[in-house]
């Protein structure tokens, strides 16, 4: 009786594990396809589109996904394949740098306009 | 003077506003990814229209010469436009024309060969589009020019016309 509870449980617990692992996937393969851009519908991701285009990709994803590729890994196949332009959050390299770091060029300006002020003020 | 500065800043501003979106309008809104560098084609295993058997990429690529790759449907009308000049391309002794059946109906695809004539030295079956995946395509037709290296040099996307058949000729001669 001891040894079917313990069957049971292993038996109960290697279900969830799958379960959940499964879930793990399916999140992943959902943020993936949120980040990827439909090159047939511009204005779409993969994950909403029903081009051909994007369910191809969706099935490459799955497929990368089951073959423990980590998901810079998919991007990066993707971006070999198609380029840049199909990840949505671009790279940051000598094309990307402005779009990167003018808003932190922009926050570092204001704030030392308010300082500036902040100290005249006083 | 600090009234001055504060205009002439506004000015740079605009100019520079005014200079990336008129840019940004002259460009086409459309994408199409471009080969920056030569790619080697992906490794595959596929299934051959005719037998039914499946064949890795090593055994369809196996001779030294050039290799066009296209990309086609039997439901896709710009392929018929294209066909009759793939069927000229095929003369061409120094290409072997592979052919890429993309998404069809087997039958239907038969019954296009059957009727245009078969241009191709090969076809293979890519039912899913995962293949068509692996080497960059996103749309059909499209073409892939292949040297003797096994890289991908070249790519057309969409109907292939005389002039694009001309430099092709120009390539693999």
């Known amino acids: ?122 | 003077m600090k009234n001055k500065f504060s205009v002439f800043v506004i000015i740079i501003f605009l100019s520079f506003c005014f200079v990336i979106f008129y840019k940004g309008l002259n460009n086409p809104n459309t994408y199409s990814p471009k080969i920056k560098d030569k790619k080697n084609i992906p490794i595959f295993e596929a299934k051959d229209f005719n037998s039914g058997s499946y064949l890795n990429s090593e055994k369809i690529f196996e001779e030294d010469i050039f290799y066009i790759v296209n990309i086609w449907a039997s439901w896709c009308v710009p392929c018929r436009t294209e066909h009759p000049l793939l069927m000229k391309l095929n003369k061409n002794q120094s290409v072997k024309l592979i052919g890429l059946n993309y998404k069809d109906n087997l039958s239907n695809a038969k019954k296009f060969i059957d009727e245009f004539g078969n241009p191709y030295s090969q076809i293979i079956i890519d039912n899913d589009g995962t293949l068509s995946v692996e080497f960059g395509a996103y749309g059909v037709p499209e073409t892939f020019i292949i040297d003797k290296n096994k890289k991908i040099i070249k790519k057309f996307l969409g109907p292939i016309n005389k002039e694009i058949v001309e430099e092709i000729k120009l390539i693999t001669k």
């Open chain 1, 1 to 122: 009786m001891k040894i079917l509870k313990i069957f049971i449980i292993l038996i109960l617990s290697i279900g969830f594990s799958n379960l959940k692992s499964d879930e793990k996937n399916d999140e992943l393969k959902n943020k993936i396809l949120k980040n990827i851009r439909c090159l047939i519908c511009q204005g779409q991701s993969v994950h909403d589109s029903e081009s051909e285009f994007s369910s191809s990709i969706k099935l490459i994803v799955d497929r990368k996904i089951n073959e423990k590729l980590k998901e810079e890994q998919i991007y990066e196949f993707l971006r070999e394949k198609y380029g840049d332009w199909i990840i949505y959050e671009p790279k940051l390299n000598k094309n990307t740098y402005i779009l990167w770091l003018l808003p932190l060029l922009l926050f570092l300006i204001g704030g030392a306009i308010i300082y500036k002020k902040n100290n005249i003020q006083k």
